[in-house]
């Protein structure tokens, strides 16, 4: 156990779908991220949110919008997503996201989403 | 640019030992981690290194050195579920991580 929980752990949808990913926090963090993982390339990092505030967006389209109800709390909501955009995605947390040198990163399992 | 290189994969036998490199290129330094994934499951941390030297926690050790940009992991007494990948991140100048792509362990019998 982790301390950070994602739903779903799959999830295959078409390209016209709209669909939600969902991370849950247990470790009263004050940062969440969004990565996104494919086979044999370095994490990216999607979205940052610390206190509930959008703090890194590293380019990532449209298709993909975040958002961060509360500190516990981050979702990923996809629609009209390309066959490219399937990968894992991984949630994580962090006591604090920014101007701290030990900055530990606690992931969730992730979600396995392909997109027909 | 930033910039993070450790080998695809490496193979190394049960109860032998294995050291995985990664070197770095990043605008600015604030430490470098280690981290495990297994297949499926989540990242899990490994270790945290932030001056020169060498960290020892068990049968893992990490290795720092700032000059050089260079890390290493160190694996003793290797044990079939160390059979993973291992994920190489430094944290530049923002207190971002930049990450490797990560080095598949197999270990065989």
């Known amino acids: 156990e982790t301390g950070v929980t994602q739903t779903p752990r799959h999830l295959v949808m078409g390209m016209t779908n709209k669909k939600s990913l969902k991370c849950e926090q247990h470790?009263?963090?004050?940062?969440m991220y969004w990565y996104k993982q494919s086979a044999k390339k370095p994490l990216e990092l999607m979205f940052v949110?610390?206190?509930?505030?959008?703090?890194e967006n590293n380019s990532v389209p449209s298709r993909f919008s975040p958002e961060c109800p509360n500190s516990s709390h981050l979702f990923l909501h996809l629609h009209t997503l390309q066959p490219e955009d399937s990968a894992l995605y991984l949630c994580?947390?962090?006591?604090?996201?920014?101007?701290?040198?030990?900055?530990?990163?606690?992931f969730g399992p992730g979600t396995r989403l392909t997109v027909l | 640019g930033q910039n993070i290189d450790q080998p695809t994969e490496m193979t190394a036998t049960e109860g032998a030992i294995v050291q995985i490199n990664c070197t770095y290129q990043?605008?600015?330094?604030?430490?470098l981690f280690w981290y495990q994934q297994h297949a499926g499951e989540a990242p899990t941390f490994l270790s945290y290194?932030?001056l020169d030297g060498l960290e020892e926690k068990g049968r893992f050790s990490s290795f720092l050195s700032r000059s050089k940009g260079y890390s290493y992991l160190l694996l003793k007494e290797l044990q079939m579920k160390d059979s993973a990948s291992y994920l190489c991140?430094?944290?530049?100048?923002?207190?971002?991580?930049?990450w490797g792509a990560g080095t598949k362990l197999i270990i065989k019998p």
């Open positions: 991140a430094a944290s530049d100048s923002n207190y971002q991580l930049i």
């Open positions: 949110y610390s206190l509930e505030e959008r703090v």
């Open positions: 994580a947390s962090s006591q604090d996201s920014a101007a701290v040198s030990y900055n530990e990163q606690f």
């Open positions: 290194n932030v």
């Open positions: 470790l009263g963090h004050n940062a």
């Open positions: 990043t605008s600015g330094f604030n430490g």
